[in-house]
């Protein structure tokens, strides 16, 4: 049961350039969102989050875009920078109403190319 | 960033052996959660601990988990008898639910070996 996908398992992008990352999930009574970096053997990093009410949220360098109704949110990082390489996972939540525990999707790999 | 510790980082240990995990989150916040991660997938939930009680368990904990706080600080996870299959990084989070914004902080994790 993946509630929470990510269909591309990597991503390359020139250093400068604009950073997409997608993530579609299934259950539409998830409150919040989230996206965390990860790097080997470390634990995820938090990154950004938005909440169901909102269509976007901006945090320096980073953008977060969320459609209810295609049930997906992208996560914007411009400009890319080559420390931005990682594994960027979605996640999802029920919220505060619930024990809020995070479901995540399978992560993408993102390269930035000097 | 709130800081969330973990104890060991690394751990391995032979089929059928007890390991205990350890969390030391900053005190006064109520809500814990241990994750998961076997090489090459993605993070699972595990379990989920308020106010000193499990809230909530994933199929994955079964009877071989626990957790528990044992003196009003750290935050353990026991696996009782150990299986090749639970090798994966297991990683401690808590949670911050604060004017509508939910994020949850993850500590470094320890890289669990079961030969």
């Known amino acids: 049961d993946q509630q929470v996908k990510q269909n591309s398992p990597s991503l390359s992008v020139q250093e400068g350039r604009i950073s997409i990352l997608n993530c579609d999930y299934t259950?539409?009574?998830?409150?919040?969102f989230l996206w965390y970096k990860k790097y080997p053997a470390e634990g995820p990093t938090f990154l950004i989050s938005?909440?169901?009410?909102?269509d976007k949220n901006e945090d320096g360098r980073f953008t977060v875009f969320l459609n209810k109704s295609a049930k997906h949110l992208s996560l914007h990082i411009v400009p890319s920078q080559p420390g931005d390489s990682a594994v960027y996972f979605c996640?999802?939540?029920?919220?505060?109403?619930?024990?809020?525990?995070?479901?995540f999707g399978q992560g993408t790999t993102l390269q930035v190319k000097p | 960033e709130p800081e969330v510790t973990q104890t060991p980082s690394h751990q391995v240990t032979q089929m059928g052996q007890e390991v205990i995990l350890r969390c030391v989150p900053i005190s006064n916040h109520l809500y814990f959660y241990w994750y998961r991660q076997i090489l090459g997938q993605k993070v699972e939930f595990l379990v989920s601990f308020y106010n000193n009680e499990i809230s909530e368990k994933s199929e994955i904990f079964d009877d071989q988990f626990s957790v528990e706080r044992p003196d009003g600080s750290n935050f353990t996870l026991k696996i009782r008898s150990t299986k090749l299959e639970d090798s994966a990084m297991y990683f401690c989070?808590?949670?911050?639910?604060?004017?509508?914004?939910?994020?949850?902080?993850f500590g470094p994790g320890t890289r669990l070996l079961v030969l």
């Open positions: 989070a808590r949670r911050i639910s604060n004017r509508g914004r939910e994020t949850q902080y």
């Open positions: 259950n539409s009574m998830f409150d919040y």
């Open positions: 996640a999802a939540s029920f919220g505060s109403s619930n024990t809020g525990k995070l479901i």
């Open positions: 938005i909440s169901s009410i909102k």
